[in-house]
């Protein structure tokens, strides 16, 4: 199964989309995970992209294509998770899905106000640490969302292939009204 999960930041896309991952046995593709590693690690591409990181701005386009395309190349099956988060790199994901012959088959779109997402990114940050949701950089990034990603849900909503989960709830109801839409994904597809 090949699906794309969006919404804001402190919608719960990621620990949504491990459960998914878990469940249907596919991998979990977090493009923000994978560039906080590289920044852990020290590696090149690490060094480049951690002041982008620090200021919540986004990595640039034809960085997050290179290295998507690695990641998806040999999988059948992922749950993408903060990529595309812009006009260009959802260009650059149908070419790429298209030439290999993996079109994605179903699009979350995990639905919080401001005012939810807010709340629990300040809790993360609490109880994680995690720099870049420290408060005036959280503001740059739902910014972001709002400016370059949300435009996104149109282009799937129009392909048919959008479905909008209320990411309000409990995580655990969340899961279920996820898996309830997946199931009929998959029998409408049959
Ligand atoms: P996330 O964990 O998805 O919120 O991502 C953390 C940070 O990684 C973002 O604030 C961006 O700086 C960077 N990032 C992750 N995914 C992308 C992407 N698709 N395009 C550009 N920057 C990204």
Redesign the pocket.
């Known amino acids: 199964m090949r699906v794309l999960i969006l919404g804001p930041?402190g919608s719960g896309k990621g620990t949504q989309a491990q459960r998914i991952a878990q469940t249907r046995s596919v991998r979990h593709v977090?493009?923000?995970?994978i560039?906080r590693d590289a920044v852990s690690a020290g590696t090149q591409l690490g060094r480049r992209v951690a002041p982008?990181?620090e200021k919540?701005?986004?990595?640039p386009d034809d960085v997050?294509v290179d290295l998507i395309r690695q990641r998806l190349e040999h999988e059948d099956g992922f749950v993408l998770d903060?990529?595309?988060?812009t006009l260009q790199?959802a260009e650059a994901l149908d070419a790429m899905l298209e030439e290999i012959g993996k079109p994605l088959e179903v699009v979350l779109l995990l639905e919080v106000s401001d005012e939810v997402a807010l709340n629990r990114l300040l809790t993360r940050s609490a109880l994680e640490g995690r720099s870049?949701d420290a408060p005036n950089v959280i503001e740059n990034?739902l910014r972001l969302y709002h400016e370059l990603t949300e435009p996104l849900i149109e282009r799937y909503r129009e392909r048919g292939a959008l479905v909008v989960i209320d990411g309000e709830p409990q995580i655990d109801e969340v899961t279920a009204e996820i898996e309830r839409a997946l199931e009929q994904r998959g029998r409408t597809r049959r």
């Open positions: 930041q977090a493009t923000g995970e560039l982008i990181l919540g701005d986004l990595v997050m903060g990529f595309p988060r790199q870049d990034r």
